[in-house]
């Protein structure tokens, strides 16, 4: 049961707390790609072509999956560019 209290972190991101990045790509299956540090990335899930370039605001779900927030004020979550990734 200790085990649920443990948060997942990966790229120096959190399981659970919204972030917001940049779409990166689509990638050959039609998901929405954010390039995480100099080789890492988050997967969205599936989305058009014209979200390239867009901002995204996502829950990290652990791994490289986050999903799409509701949320459409930035400023309630944290900003990928501001983190120091490596």
């Known amino acids: ?5 443990i ?4 790229y120096g991101l959190s ?7 940049t779409i990166d790509r689509i ?3 039609g998901n929405g790609i954010i390039k995480i540090g100099k080789s890492g990335h988050i997967n969205l899930g599936e989305m058009s072509q014209s ?4 901002t995204a605001t996502f829950i990290y ?5 986050g999903v799409l927030s509701g949320i459409r004020k930035e400023s309630e979550a944290i900003r990928i560019s ?3 990734l490596t």
């Open 1 to 5: 049961m200790i085990s649920l209290l």
């Open 7 to 10: 948060k997942t972190v990966s």
């Open 15 to 21: 399981t659970g707390k919204k972030y917001v990045a």
């Open 27 to 29: 990638s050959g299956s």
């Open 51 to 54: 979200k390239v370039g867009k």
């Open 61 to 65: 779900k652990g791994g490289h999956k």
């Open 82 to 84: 501001d983190l120091v």
